[in-house]
């Protein structure tokens, strides 16, 4: 296989010679994508943190490859989305073949995402996302990354935990404060906790062929339903950085896990699709069975799961990884108040509240693709393929046709966090709805609004062509040094310029209307009109405080 | 929540529609036949474009589906 994992060196703390007890607020356990991004936030909010992994190498494949617009939003203000971004590759053609038609029963044009900084999905290989977290976290002093480092148990200690971790030279323990479990889908911590993580496994393998070709192919996205090359089944063609090419075959259940996977075995069913003479070679295989589970609560007491510990999906939609990023991206800000003391632990709660919602819609979603793209009954497959006769046909009917959908954000419309509309709104973006990224103007540099919303407490006026008042500008400066300080973003000739009238038009304000912006950029509440007590109160709320 | 499908009569002319769905099955297999059903569905969903009447839909047809069953078959459990 042409891919060979970046290898580190095993990393031996002192405690391990000295025997003494590691302190750290927190310890976050596995160094995937969601265990670095938790990381790496947490360490530029400034607090120290320790990641340990059992291995001592980045990912052996290139694994999760679909990074939708939201999870890019996050990694562009944890620093590292632009090389992401031009690493990556967009796609926006999708063509879905039926059976045996040589064309498409139709195509799909997702159109590149307008006026926005980041694209609505790109494909790279999960190992250069890991590399660029990696090499931001390398920059900071206060994030140590452990490699061969296995944690091995834990215990409850003084509203902390105290963990054994095992290394090649021997064991040690840490007092954390928080740990936060990134350890994937057999997460260890999860185990040792014997916390529940139902659902269903569904009968069925996917085989994963990550292949290079000599030959150019389009930058497409290619899905068959029953094609002739694998009668009954479904494959996806995909394309990754490199010239590497995904493709995904539907094996069915009862298969020879090790057979399958051996290339004189998997060469034939590529030659199948692409020709006798076609030309590559492998970089990755796989095969796997997939699941829909969920943990039955992500917070319990000062332990924490995010990503594939908490939630898994089946992998159409690609709401595995992206999903494991707003998990980081709900609870960072969370845990940050908590640790300086700003909110009360129970904010830790409204952790497991909303990302437990967005898991559940996750999988359903998933769950909904996977009923489409393999029927589990004789009437489920004739109208899955009533709705492919009917789609080559009749645009109307192309709706049905699920191959998985784009990852969306989960929004949260009843969290506790949230302070509902006191006043009527024509569209917009309504409380517990991550905020749309628009062009804007500052200082007379082009920007985009999600970095100046960044990744604190905001409150976004639009303040159009007047001047604030000597009123506001007084609870401002008020509103900035409270103990929870909210910084002002003003939207008008006071601050930044509204360039193409995208953000009055996304957020449905006038002149005059006010946003109150969570850290994970969030809305937590708006207003038709500037109200220092409402947005103190409502402040509180977001804060757990009521 | 206000019901919006309507189960009051309202087709002018009954045998008319019926015949045009018998109709549209002439000389098809029953796998045909099942698929042709299919689509009516999904067509007339699409023309209906609400969720809500759909479920009350699926839900009188289910039910009504499950009571004869129960009228046929006595002892079957649903």
């Not at chain 1, 009437?379 to 899955?384: A, G, L, M, P, T």
């Not at chain 1, 009238?501 to 969030?522: E, F, H, I, N, T």
Request: aromatic residues 8%; contains cysteine.
């Amino acid at each position: 296989m042409a891919y060979i994992p970046a290898k580190y060196a095993p990393v031996i703390p002192q405690a391990v010679h000295t025997g003494t007890i590691e302190k750290t607020p927190i310890l976050i356990v596995g160094a995937g994508p969601i265990g670095l991004s938790m990381a790496l936030e947490m360490g530029l909010r400034g607090h120290h943190v320790i990641l340990i992994n059992k291995e001592s190498q980045l990912t052996d494949g290139s694994r999760a490859i679909c990074y939708a617009k939201r999870p890019l939003e996050i990694m562009d203000r944890l620093g590292f989305a632009e090389r992401m971004v031009a690493k990556g590759v967009s796609w926006n053609i999708g063509k879905v073949f039926f059976q045996d038609r040589p064309e498409p029963v139709y195509s799909f044009d997702l159109l590149p995402v307008k006026d926005q900084k980041m694209p609505g999905m790109i494909n790279v290989q999960q190992y250069y996302n890991e590399e660029y977290n990696i090499a931001a976290l390398e920059t900071l002093d206060n994030v140590e990354l452990r490699w061969a480092n296995k944690l091995t148990n834990i215990q409850n200690n003084d509203g902390g935990v105290i963990v054994n971790i095992e290394t090649p030279e021997g064991d040690y323990q840490i007092h954390a404060d928080w740990l936060i479990a990134c350890d994937g889908s057999n997460s260890p911590t999860r185990k040792m906790l014997d916390i529940g993580f139902e659902g269903e496994t569904f009968q069925d393998n996917f085989l994963i062929a990550d292949v290079k070709f000599t030959k150019a192919y389009p930058t497409e996205r290619h899905f068959w339903f029953d094609p002739v090359f694998n009668p009954g089944q479904s494959v996806l063609l995909h394309k990754q950085p490199d010239d590497v090419w995904r493709i995904d075959f539907q094996v069915g259940w009862d298969i020879d896990r090790k057979e399958i996977v051996k290339p004189e075995n998997i060469t034939p069913r590529i030659q199948a699709m692409f020709g006798e003479d076609v030309e590559f070679e492998y970089e990755w295989v796989s095969v796997y069975t997939f699941n829909c589970r969920q943990i039955e609560t992500m917070a319990i007491d000062c332990v924490l799961f995010a990503g594939d510990s908490a939630h898994l999906v089946s992998p159409f939609g690609a709401r595995g990884a992206n999903t494991g990023f707003q998990d980081t991206d709900n609870l960072a800000w969370k845990l940050d108040l908590v640790l300086t003391g700003t909110a009360d632990e129970t904010l830790i709660a409204s952790y497991d509240e909303e990302r437990s919602l967005a898991a559940r819609i996750n999988i359903l979603n998933s769950t909904r693709s996977t009923d489409f793209i393999t029927p589990k009954s004789k009437v489920s497959r004739q109208f899955r393929d009533a709705v492919l006769q009917l789609s080559s046909d009749h645009a109307f009917a192309r709706g049905f046709v699920n191959s998985g959908r784009l990852s969306m954000p989960v929004s949260y419309p009843n969290s506790s966090l949230n302070t509902p509309d006191d006043g009527p709104w024509q569209g917009g973006i309504e409380p517990g709805t991550n905020c749309i990224d628009a062009p804007v103007r500052e200082a007379g540099k082009e920007a985009w609004l999600l970095n100046c919303l960044g990744w604190k407490f905001k409150l976004l006026i639009f303040a159009g062509n007047d001047c604030l008042t000597s009123s506001q500008i007084h609870d401002l400066a008020q509103l900035a040094k409270g103990k929870l300080p909210v910084e002002a973003v003003i939207i008008g000739t006071d601050g930044l310029e509204d360039v193409k009238g995208l953000v009055a038009q996304r957020y449905a304000a006038k002149s005059g209307d006010v946003y109150l912006v969570r850290p994970d950029q969030y809305v937590a509440a708006r207003w038709h009109g500037f109200d220092l007590i409402k947005i103190e109160n409502s402040v509180k709320t977001s804060l757990g405080l009521k | 929540m206000t019901k919006k499908l309507i189960t009051a009569a309202n087709i002018s002319n009954y045998d008319d529609v019926y015949q045009l769905i018998i109709d549209m099955h002439q000389g098809m297999s029953d796998e045909e036949s099942q698929s042709a059903n299919a689509k009516l569905i999904l067509t007339l969903s699409n023309h209906i474009g609400d969720a809500d009447i759909i479920k009350e839909a699926t839900d009188l047809v289910r039910a009504s589906t499950l009571a004869w069953q129960k009228k046929e078959n006595p002892n079957h459990e649903n």
